[in-house]
Nanobody
Framework: QVQVAESGGGLVQPGGSLRLSCTTS????????LGWYRQGPGRQRELVAT???????KYADSVKGRFTISRDNAKNTVYLQMNSLYPEDTAVYYC?????????WGRGTQVTVSS
């Protein structure tokens, strides 16, 4: 059974940092393409960053230079380091895992940027 679980969200002041983690089980992690998505209040879910099996990375324009996606295949975990956070980064952040057997989502972790 595939499991995907995000952690690391919370309340942070503008300009602050958070690191999100997404831990998986039940799949061949090293072969998976991974992504972070977010859904802010009243908004559609949008792509934040992706990293594929060879390590190619893409970012949304809104987070370039501030967020960093990385993966640790030994720990079956993908990370999202978020720096210089803005109030508009407030959202539920979701982890998406693409494998040859299917697409799997976590339940999300809330990130709130507010003073």
């Amino acid at each position: 059974q595939v499991q995907v679980a995000e952690s690391g969200g919370g309340l942070v002041q503008p300009g602050g940092s958070l690191r999100l983690s997404c831990t998986t089980s039940g799949l061949i992690f090293s072969a998976a393409s991974l992504g972070w998505y977010r859904q802010g209040p009243g908004r559609q879910r949008e792509l934040v960053a992706t990293i594929n099996s060879p390590g190619n990375i893409k970012y949304a324009d809104s987070v370039k230079g501030r967020f960093t996606i990385s993966r640790d295949n030994a720990k079956n975990t993908v990370y999202l380091q978020m720096n210089s956070l803005y109030p508009e980064d407030t959202a539920v952040y979701y982890c998406k895992v693409n494998t040859i057997l299917g697409v799997y989502w976590g339940r999300g972790t809330q990130v709130t940027v507010s003073s």
